[in-house]
């Protein structure tokens, strides 16, 4: 059973950078699509973008230019890093696993995994 | 802002149906299946749905899913009160260059 775990600090302070990472075990991380997604308190999902195991990245443009994924193969996890955040960057962050069902005909993509989420707060 | 529109709240007794939609363009649910993501109080979001109407496994046949065009739906037959979560729409969007989301819709259980 594939399980992702976030960690990372809890609060950070605006204008730096927050860091997260997502630890992957019961699986490889090779050959998916990992995600990184939020949700701002009483508010709903909203997806940050993702990175493939050969480094390719995707990003939401609302974000800009704010935004880096990695990918550490080795250690079988993924990281986040979000510059110059400000209070609306708070809020509980996902990562997630593309997985995807085949029908025969048709590939359907998916966040079939998803990690407990983190709670990270900006503030001074 | 999401790309999708759902309804904020939905609401039903139990043993009700129920039904989520959730509105899209071309560029999203025109093009693309859609999938149903429930989050339960304090917990992930979990996969319900996929390819429009799939249901993931272990999901009971009480969820049904449908699309037309550039909207789909989600609907909850014979309510039950462990149904009462949030339920988000997503699909990949061509504009985005990424996945999106509804806003969610709270479904509660009178």
């Known amino acids: 059973q594939v399980q992702l775990q976030e960690s990372g600090p809890g609060l950070v302070k605006p204008s730096e950078t927050l860091s997260l990472t997502c630890i992957v075990s019961g699986g490889s991380i090779s050959n998916y699509y990992w995600s990184w997604i939020r949700q701002s308190a009483g508010k709903g999902l909203e997806w940050i973008g993702r990175i493939y195991t050969n480094g390719a990245t995707n990003n939401n443009p609302s974000l800009k230019s704010r935004v880096t994924m990695s990918v550490d193969k080795s250690k079988n996890q993924f990281s986040l890093k979000l510059r110059s955040v400000t209070a609306a960057d708070t809020g509980v962050y996902y990562c997630a696993r593309s997985g995807y069902f085949y029908d025969s005909t048709d590939y359907f993509y998916v966040f079939d995994y998803w990690g407990r989420g983190k709670l990270v707060t900006v503030s001074s | 802002q999401s790309i999708l529109t759902q309804p904020l709240s939905a609401s039903g007794t139990p043993g009700q149906r129920v039904l989520i939609s959730c509105s899209g363009d071309s560029s999203n649910i025109g093009h693309y299946p859609v999938n149903w993501y429930q989050q339960l109080p304090g917990s992930a979001p979990k996969l319900l749905m996929y390819g429009n109407s799939q249901r993931h496994s272990g999901v009971p046949d009480r969820f049904s899913g449908s699309k037309s065009g550039t909207s789909a739906s989600l609907a909850i037959s014979g309510l039950r009160s462990e149904d009462e979560a949030d339920y988000y729409c997503?699909?990949?969007?061509?504009?985005?260059?990424?996945w999106g989301f509804g806003g969610g819709t709270k479904l509660t259980v009178l």
């Open positions: 997503a699909v990949w969007d061509d504009t985005l260059n990424g």
